[in-house]
C-alpha cells in the first residue's frame, strides 16, 4: 500500500481530492490508524531536518580557530517545495531557486571582487555611451585615417556607412589597383603612402653580446604583431616573445636556425620617394571643420542614423564635432633628427606624494633602455629624435588643489627626497622633468571639458562615483602627509579623501587612482606621446612604436577590454576629443573597462588599437591561471614573485639577470604593491659617490624608521656598511632587486646599458 509523504490530506471515506500529483498513482483506501502514522512520520522527518543548518569553516593561517556561517537547508526547502507544490512544479521551482542564489553570489563577486566594480549584464543592461550620429562618427574616422594614424589593413566597421575609400598616407598602395568591397559600403582605406622596407635586424658577430640600437626612423608593423600575439587567436606570450626578440635582433646575434623567418620581420622603414601622397587642395575661406566630410550614405534617407543605439536620456551631440585640417603625414624615416610637434616623444607618468623606490626604478629603466643619448658627451645634431620622461607629481591628495607656491615646495621636496633628487643633476636635465599636477588647471586646458567639467563628478570609476570635491590647500607638499594625518576623520569618505599615496593593501589611496586614469588621457592629449603606470619598467628601446602614429592601449588580460597602463593617444586628435565629450556626457568615467565601451558602442576599437598585452604585460595571463602549459620565463603565477621570487625559482634572476626578464617585451607592468620594498636589503638608492648625499639620507631614515620599531638587530646601512661582506645580504636576490641593481651599475658607470653603451660623464 502507498504511503508517499506526498499524498494530499485523503477524505473521511479514504477517497483523495481532486487528482493526484503522481502519475502512475491510484486511489488509496487506509484506515485512520495507518494515515495517523504516515503523519507522524512526516512530522519526525520534519523535525530532523531544520531550516537552518550551521557550516564551519576554518579560517586561514589559524589552526584552532573557525568561522561558523548559517545557511538554509536546501533539503528541507525542497521538501516544503515539493510537499506545497507538487513533484514536478516543486522541483521546478527549487532549481530556480538555486539557478537564482548562484546568480547572485556570482553578481556580488563581480560587483565587489572583481577590477571592474561592475554589477553583471543582466542588473544593468550594458546601456548604450554613443552621443556622436553617423555622421561624426564617419568624419572621425576620416581625420584620423587621412592624418596617418590609421597604419593598418585592417577592416573599418561596415556600420559606419562608408560610401567612399579613405586615402591612407601611412599605408603602401595596394598591388591590385582594385579595391574590392563586399556589401553596399566601403570598409578599407586607401594607401597612398611610401614603400615598406622590413628590415632583418642582426648583431654582427664582433658585437654579439649587445643587441644593436633600433634603426633610426624604423617603424612596428603591429597588424604582424597581432597575426603572431593576439590572446583570441590562441596565441601564446612564450610564442609572441620570441618572435619579438628575434624580429628586433635582440637575440645578440645568438640566434638557433629556425628556418625562413620572413614572417617574423614586423620592423620596417619607409621610402619616401616612392610615395603617391594624394595632394589636398583647401580653400582658406572654407570651414575644415564641415569641407570635404559629408559622407554619409545610408540605405534607409529618412534616418541617416539607423542602426546606431544613442544614450538613453541624452540627445545627440549638437553642435557636430569640430575638426580642424587633417595633420600633414610625415614619415619618421623621412628626417630622423627632427622630432615631429604633433607626435612628440614624451612619456609620462602620475605620481602623487613624496617619491619612493617605484618611480625610480621607472626612471633608472628609461634611460638603461631608451636612446637618450647619455653615452655622449653632447647630444649629436644628426641623432634621433630624443625621447624625454615627465613625472608628473600630484603633491597633495587628489582632491586637494596645489597652493600657490607649489611649485617651489615641489622642488624643495624633490631635493631633498632621495629617490628624487639624483634626477636633478644637470646630466639628465634634458631627459628627465619633474612637473607639477593641478587638476583645475589641466582640466580646464582641455577645450572639449573646459566649460562643463565642474558640474560632473570628478571621482567616478566604471560608475562607482566617490563623492569628493576639488579644495585649496594650503600645506607645503612635504607638510602634506602630517596635515592629513591631524585631520583624520572617523567618516570612511573623509578618510578616502586625505590619503596621500598606498602605505599598505588596507589603506590603497583610491581617489589618486581614478585621478590617473583620467590624468593619462588629458596629458596624452594635451601634449601628446605615451603615458605609463608608474608600477611599469622599460625592457627595451621603443623607437619603432614611436614611429608607428596611430593610437593605442592593451588588452585586459583573457577579456576583450582595454588596460590603459600603456596609452599612446596624439596629441589634440579627433579620437581624443571623441572620447572627452563621450566620458563628459557619462559622467567623466575613465576607467578602462567603460573606455572599452565607448569605442565599441561608436565603432572606434580600430582607432585605439588594443595591443596583446605580451608587449606590457607579459605575466598577465599566468598569474590568471592561463598558458601555464607553455608559459613565458619568468614564470609568474602572482604579481607578487617579482618581489619576492619563490624559493624554488629564486635562482634564476641572479643566473640570468636582465637579459632573462621576459626577452622581448617592451615593458613589464607589476600591479601595485607600492607598499613592498624593491630592494629589502639595500632599500636606498646606491649610484655612486656623485649621489653619496642622498643615499646617506635614506640610510638615516631607515635606521630612524628601525628605532621607532624596536629593532635592536645590526643593521648594516650605517655610514660603516662599505665594507660589508656578501654574506650580509640575502642570499638569494628577487627579481626586483636584480633590475634595481643592473640599473644602478650603468648609472654608476660600472656596466653598460643594454646596447652596450657606457654612460659619459
Not at 585640417?325 to 623621412?334: D, F, H, T
Not at 621576459?662 to 636606498?684: E, L, T, V
Request: positive net charge; aromatic residues 12%.
Amino acid at each position: 500500500m502507498a504511503t508517499s509523504a506526498y499524498f494530499p490530506k485523503p477524505r473521511q471515506n479514504g477517497h483523495h481530492r481532486g487528482r493526484l500529483s503522481i502519475s502512475n498513482a491510484l486511489p488509496v483506501y487506509s484506515p485512520s490508524s495507518t494515515n495517523s502514522a504516515v503523519q507522524e512520520k512526516w512530522a519526525k522527518r520534519n523535525q530532523r531536518s531544520p531550516w537552518i543548518i550551521p557550516i564551519s569553516l576554518r579560517i586561514p593561517g589559524l589552526r584552532v580557530a573557525r568561522i561558523r556561517l548559517f545557511f538554509i537547508n536546501p533539503r528541507r526547502l525542497h521538501d516544503f517545495s515539493m510537499r506545497c507544490f507538487g513533484r514536478k512544479r516543486g522541483s521546478l521551482l527549487f532549481g530556480l531557486l538555486v539557478l537564482l542564489f548562484f546568480f547572485f553570489t556570482f553578481a556580488l563577486a563581480k560587483r565587489f571582487g572583481s577590477h571592474a566594480k561592475q554589477w553583471p549584464t543582466p542588473f544593468t543592461g550594458e546601456a548604450s555611451t554613443l552621443i556622436f550620429r553617423r555622421e561624426d562618427l564617419q568624419r572621425i574616422w576620416k581625420w584620423e585615417v587621412e592624418s596617418g594614424h590609421y597604419p593598418s589593413r585592417q577592416s573599418i566597421p561596415e556600420q559606419l556607412h562608408l560610401p567612399v575609400h579613405l586615402p591612407n598616407p601611412a599605408l603602401p598602395p595596394r598591388r591590385s589597383s582594385s579595391q574590392s568591397t563586399k556589401g553596399p559600403y566601403v570598409t578599407t582605406s586607401r594607401g597612398t603612402g611610401s614603400k615598406r622596407v622590413y628590415l632583418d635586424l642582426q648583431t654582427t658577430p664582433a658585437n654579439a653580446a649587445y643587441p644593436p640600437r633600433p634603426v633610426p626612423g624604423s617603424i612596428a608593423d603591429l597588424d604582424i604583431v597581432m597575426e603572431h600575439c593576439d590572446f583570441s587567436g590562441n596565441k601564446y606570450v612564450r610564442d609572441c616573445l620570441e618572435m619579438l626578440r628575434v624580429g628586433a635582433g635582440l637575440d645578440n646575434g645568438k640566434r638557433l636556425r629556425r628556418g625562413k623567418l620572413d614572417d617574423w620581420k614586423y620592423i620596417y622603414v619607409e621610402q619616401p620617394d616612392n610615395a603617391t601622397h594624394v595632394a589636398r587642395s583647401y580653400d582658406e575661406n572654407s570651414d575644415p571643420a564641415r569641407d570635404d566630410y559629408k559622407l554619409t550614405s545610408t540605405s534607409d534617407p529618412s534616418d541617416p542614423d539607423s542602426g546606431l543605439v544613442k544614450k538613453r536620456g541624452v540627445d545627440w551631440e549638437v553642435p557636430p564635432v569640430q575638426l580642424p585640417r587633417p595633420i600633414k603625414y610625415q614619415s619618421p624615416s623621412e628626417d630622423v633628427s627632427r622630432c615631429d610637434s604633433e607626435h612628440p616623444r614624451i612619456f609620462h607618468m602620475f605620481w602623487t606624494g613624496p617619491l619612493t623606490d617605484k618611480p625610480y626604478l621607472a626612471i633608472l629603466s628609461f634611460l638603461f633602455t631608451q636612446n637618450t643619448g647619455l653615452h655622449h658627451e653632447t647630444y649629436p645634431q644628426n641623432g634621433v629624435c630624443r625621447p624625454q620622461f615627465w613625472l608628473w607629481i600630484n603633491p597633495g591628495p587628489a582632491a586637494a588643489v596645489p597652493n600657490p607656491n607649489a611649485v617651489h615646495d615641489l622642488f624643495a621636496q624633490l631635493k631633498s627626497n632621495p629617490w628624487a633628487s639624483p634626477f636633478l643633476h644637470p646630466r639628465f636635465k634634458d631627459v628627465v622633468h619633474f612637473k607639477l599636477w593641478n587638476t583645475t588647471e589641466q582640466l580646464d586646458g582641455v577645450p572639449e571639458l573646459k566649460d562643463e567639467w565642474r558640474s560632473r563628478n570628478l571621482f567616478n570609476s566604471g560608475g562607482n562615483v566617490i563623492n569628493a570635491k576639488l579644495k585649496e590647500s594650503q600645506a607645503a607638499p612635504e607638510e602634506n602627509v602630517t596635515a592629513s594625518a591631524k585631520f583624520k576623520s572617523t567618516s570612511k569618505i573623509d578618510d578616502m579623501v586625505n590619503r596621500l599615496g598606498s602605505k599598505s593593501s588596507s589603506s590603497y589611496d583610491r581617489l589618486s587612482v581614478i585621478l590617473s586614469d583620467m590624468a593619462r588621457f588629458i596629458l596624452c592629449h594635451r601634449f601628446g606621446g605615451i603615458y605609463l603606470d608608474a608600477d611599469t619598467i622599460f625592457l627595451r628601446d621603443w623607437e619603432e612604436l614611436w614611429g608607428w602614429k596611430g593610437a593605442f592601449a592593451y588588452r585586459w588580460s583573457r577579456l576583450y577590454k582595454y588596460n590603459t597602463a600603456v596609452l599612446r593617444l596624439n596629441k589634440n586628435s579627433a579620437l581624443g576629443k571623441f572620447l572627452f565629450r563621450t566620458a563628459l556626457k557619462n559622467d567623466l568615467d575613465f576607467h578602462p573597462m567603460t573606455v572599452s565601451r565607448y569605442t565599441k558602442d561608436a565603432y572606434t576599437e580600430g582607432l585605439l588599437l588594443r595591443l596583446p598585452d605580451a608587449l606590457f604585460d607579459s605575466a598577465w595571463l599566468t598569474t590568471e591561471f592561463h598558458q601555464h602549459d607553455r608559459p613565458p620565463q619568468p614564470f609568474f603565477t602572482n604579481f607578487e614573485h617579482f618581489f619576492d621570487t619563490p624559493a624554488t625559482d629564486s635562482a634564476a634572476p641572479a643566473a640570468l639577470g636582465f637579459e632573462g626578464f621576459f626577452r622581448g617585451a617592451y615593458s613589464y607592468h607589476y600591479h601595485n604593491s607600492w607598499w613592498k620594498p624593491i630592494d629589502p636589503a639595500h632599500n636606498w638608492p646606491d649610484l655612486g659617490p656623485r649621489f653619496k648625499e642622498g643615499e646617506l639620507v635614506a640610510k638615516r631614515k631607515l635606521r630612524e624608521a628601525a628605532a621607532k620599531k624596536g629593532v635592536t638587530a645590526p643593521i648594516h646601512y650605517g655610514d660603516e656598511d662599505e665594507n660589508n661582506s656578501a654574506t650580509d645580504d640575502r642570499r638569494d636576490l628577487d627579481w626586483s632587486t636584480v633590475m634595481k641593481r643592473t640599473f644602478e651599475a650603468y648609472i654608476r658607470g660600472e656596466r653598460p646599458n643594454m646596447y652596450g653603451e657606457m654612460i659619459h660623464w
